[in-house]
Structure formats: C-alpha cells, structure tokens
C-alpha cells in the first residue's frame, strides 16, 4: 500500500481556513483566490479519502476525520516552516536580549524560544521577565534588543519613550479573574475583595477607576509579589483579580462581560519594542516568531 503525501499548501489554506473562520479571509492570508482555496480544499479532501467538512447552519463545521487532520496540519506546518527558517538562517548568530512580561514567561519561553533555538543554535538568547517600566528603562539604556510590554490607555510608561520603535501586535481585553469557587456576590453589601501584586500595577489602576466609576466598593484581599501567586489566591477563591486572557491557567477562567455586576475594563495594545532603529537579522527575526506565534494564537 502506498503512502499519502500530504500538499502543504493546501495544509496551509486549510488550517487558514479553520482559524480565521473563512475561507475567503484565508484566500487573503495565503495570497491565493477563494476559488483557487475552494479548489485546493477538495483536492486535500481527494487525498484524504473523507469528507472533512459537514454543514452546520448556513456554514461549515469540521466532521471528527477534519478534526483529526487539523491537528495533525498545524504540526506538519509548524515543522516545514521551521525548517525552512533553518536552511534561510544557518548564518544567524550572536546574542539577543529579550524581555517580556510574565504573562508570557511560561507560554511564550518553551515554544517561541525553542523553535528559533533549533533553527539559529549558534545565536544565544538571554531571556529578561519583569514588569513594563523595568523593561522601558533597560530598553532606553540599550540593555534589551527587544521587549514584549503593554501599552495603551491606562499606561503612560510607553509614551514616555517616543524614540524607541516600536510594533504592535494586538490589542486584548482586561478582563476580570476569579474561580467558580468566589463567594462574592454584588449583592451581599461587602466590599468586592481584589487580589493585586504586592506594588503598583497598570492592571489593578484600571480596575479600581473602573470600580470607583461604577461605584462599586473594593478591598485589598490579597496580595503577592509574582503573577503564580496571583493565580493561586484566584483559584482559591479569595477574590478576583485583572489581567487578560493571554496565558490564563486553567484553575480560573475570565469572567462574563456584566458577569457578577463587575463593570467593563478596557483593552490594551501588545506591543513589541527594539532597542534600535535597525534590529540586527536575528532580532527581526525573533521578533517575527513571537509576533505570529501571538497572533495565531499559539501563546
């Protein structure tokens, strides 16, 4: 019996496909026509030997063999596309320094990192986790080549850098945090218990004006000097805190907007930062790496 072989464009017009929603949106990202996608698409279920789509309503839904081969699409495309960057970037070597935030520390580290180690081992990266305003010093200092931080309303650290080049990647929601477990109720006439790091964050500044606007009492409950902690005092139950959904561990969940009465919270820019005008090649591309890893949703 011969073995399949797979057409990685059509690989790749179909997992658009699925992510984005539609396939005419794919067509753009993949650079082709929504007919030319159409026709790849029943090529690649020609090669399957099954039907990878069902309707659903006036669209399309995956049938369990489209589940299993998206699975398998993603990491089939991961692995071209790694090695390809591998056979253009052999060349690539030297030091980058990066920072970022700690919501990306344990998302963001393992996968980027790694993929860009195995495709540039001779550049070495020396990873920098701390909160925005230590990563606008040290990128204003020229001790980071590029940073991932927040911007936006909230936050006037970015603005207070205008030389620095800077990229923006997306822009999520704040959204409250708690478990299933929070005995607050917006009922009960006691103050809502905020669990906050241990100094002053751009997330707990915008949730208590966001509270004092709505006029919602709150308390301090909880506080600690690490994101895990945050985390952890969440899931215990002993309040609610604020980040986005980027990295969110599975022992809480972000509420429902309107969801226990709790006021609307505003989103913030992602952005990447370059301590130079001109990144060297291998800080662009490390930086294309996070920006699509965040972008597609990987982190």
């Known amino acids: 019996m011969s073995l399949l072989n797979f057409d990685i464009a059509f690989l790749r017009s179909y997992v658009a496909g699925v992510e984005l929603g539609s396939f005419a949106r794919a067509a753009d990202k993949v650079g082709r026509s929504?007919?030319?996608?159409?026709a790849q698409l029943k090529k690649l279920e020609e090669q399957a030997g099954l039907p990878l789509f069902r309707k659903d309503g006036r669209g399309l839904a995956l049938t369990p063999a489209g589940e299993v081969l998206l699975g398998y699409a993603r990491r089939l495309l991961e692995l071209n596309d790694e090695a390809a960057v591998a056979l253009r970037g052999v060349e690539l070597e030297g030091w980058i320094k990066l920072g970022?935030?700690?919501d990306f520390g344990e998302a963001l580290l393992p996968d980027v990192l790694g993929r860009f180690a195995r495709a540039h081992p001779k550049v070495r990266i020396e990873a920098h986790v701390a909160r925005n305003t230590e990563l606008m010093e040290r990128l204003a200092?020229?001790?980071l080549d590029l940073a991932l931080l927040w911007g936006g309303a909230c936050?006037?650290?970015?603005a207070d850098y205008p030389l620095l080049q800077r990229q923006r990647i997306?822009?999520?929601?704040m959204r409250w945090i708690a478990s299933s477990s929070l005995a607050w109720r917006p009922d009960s006439g006691e103050p809502l218990p905020l669990?906050?790091?241990?100094?002053?964050?751009?997330f707990q500044r915008c949730a208590t004006q966001a509270l004092d606007r709505a006029g919602i009492a709150w308390r301090t409950a909880f506080t600690s000097p690490s994101l895990a902690g945050l985390w952890a005092a969440a899931a215990a139950g002993l309040g609610v805190t604020v980040r986005?959904?980027?990295?969110l561990p599975s022992t809480v969940r972000a509420l429902d907007e309107g969801e226990a009465g709790l006021p609307a919270l505003p989103a913030l820019a992602l952005e990447l930062l370059y301590g130079a005008a001109t990144p060297r090649p291998p800080v662009?591309?490390?930086?294309?790496?996070i920006v699509a890893s965040l972008q597609d949703g990987d982190a």
């Open 195 to 202: 669990i906050t790091f241990d100094r002053e964050c751009l």
């Open 284 to 289: 662009e591309r490390l930086a294309a790496l």
């Open 141 to 143: 200092m020229g001790q």
């Open 244 to 247: 986005t959904s980027l990295g």
């Open 155 to 158: 936050i006037a650290d970015v």
């Open 170 to 173: 997306a822009e999520p929601d």
């Open 100 to 102: 970022l935030q700690e």
């Open 34 to 38: 929504t007919s030319a996608v159409s």
